[in-house]
């Protein structure tokens, strides 16, 4: 049974940071890929940021570059996503996924990819 565990969201206001984490059991590492994912009310959810758990790999998407890191830490089995610069179009609820294959670049975005998936974490950014 794969569980993909989300913590760390939160509130907010513009310019701060939060850490999220992502703590996976079961298989949830034996997945070639993981990825965040955000969902505003009302919008379709979007992949955030991406990278591979062989190492070497990370994509983002352009609204986070430089302001969000996805990093892993293969002994405890967690991915984590550093948020800085927040902004309040960042607010949305955060979730954490793993897939299989080998694909690269915008694709790793796309949910579809995704086998397993957390149950998310609220981030809220206030003006």
């Known amino acids: 049974q794969v569980q993909l565990v989300e913590s760390g969201g939160g509130s907010v206001q513009a310019g701060g940071s939060l850490r999220l984490s992502c703590a996976g059991f079961g298989y949830a590492y034996s997945n070639d890929y993981m990825g965040w994912f955000r969902q505003a009310p009302g919008k379709e959810r979007e992949g955030v940021a991406a990278?591979?758990?062989?190492?070497?790999?990370?994509y983002y998407a352009d609204s986070v570059k430089g302001r969000f890191t996805i990093s892993q830490d293969n002994a405890k089995n967690t991915l984590y996503l550093q948020m800085n610069s927040l902004k309040p179009e960042d607010t949305g609820m955060y979730y954490c996924?793993?897939?299989?294959?080998?694909?690269?670049?915008?694709?790793?975005?796309?949910?579809?990819?995704?086998?397993?998936w957390g149950q998310g974490t609220q981030v809220t950014v206030s003006s």
């Open positions: 990278l591979y758990t062989g190492g070497g790999y990370k």
């Open positions: 996924a793993a897939g299989y294959g080998l694909a690269y670049g915008r694709i790793l975005l796309s949910r579809e990819r995704y086998n397993y």
